[in-house]
């Protein structure tokens, strides 16, 4: 069991009518894409020929910034207000999406940008199964 999950199930409280599965996989999927964004914006600022890499580093800062505070909304039963969860769920998979075009862009000469952009493949993907499936 996960740390997330160990949280999740230690809530004192009835949570919300969530699918706990699809929960604890978003949340885990949005640390780590804020982990992965972060290091990759620090490698394209770190490039020597940085200038080309602006548009990514910017995308990926802000796709960080989301998958941070979707994370701790979504870690949070009280308040619950499914519509917020849903919007900042949608937020997030268009952040991803657009981190993940402009990583797509640089991948073959940046190595931080392939995995930044898998990280975000897979969020987006947590993000979209949670809205579909889970009732967020």
Request: aromatic residues 2%.
């Amino acid at each position: 069991m996960t740390d997330v999950a160990a949280m999740l199930s230690a809530y004192p409280a009835k949570r919300p009518q969530v699918d706990e599965n699809m929960l604890v996989i978003c949340i885990q999927e949005a640390l780590n894409c804020a982990q992965a964004c972060t290091s990759c914006a620090d490698a394209c600022s770190a490039d020597p020929s940085a200038a080309h890499l602006a548009r990514c580093g910017g995308a990926a800062l802000n796709c960080a910034d989301m998958a941070t505070a979707v994370a701790r909304v979504l870690s949070r039963s009280t308040p619950y207000e499914p519509s917020v969860a849903a919007a900042a769920l949608r937020a997030l998979d268009e952040a991803c999406r657009a981190c993940y075009e402009e990583c797509r862009k640089h991948a073959l000469d940046m190595e931080a940008c392939q995995i930044c952009g898998e990280a975000c493949r897979r969020c987006g993907q947590a993000c979209q199964r949670l809205l579909r499936d889970g009732e967020p």
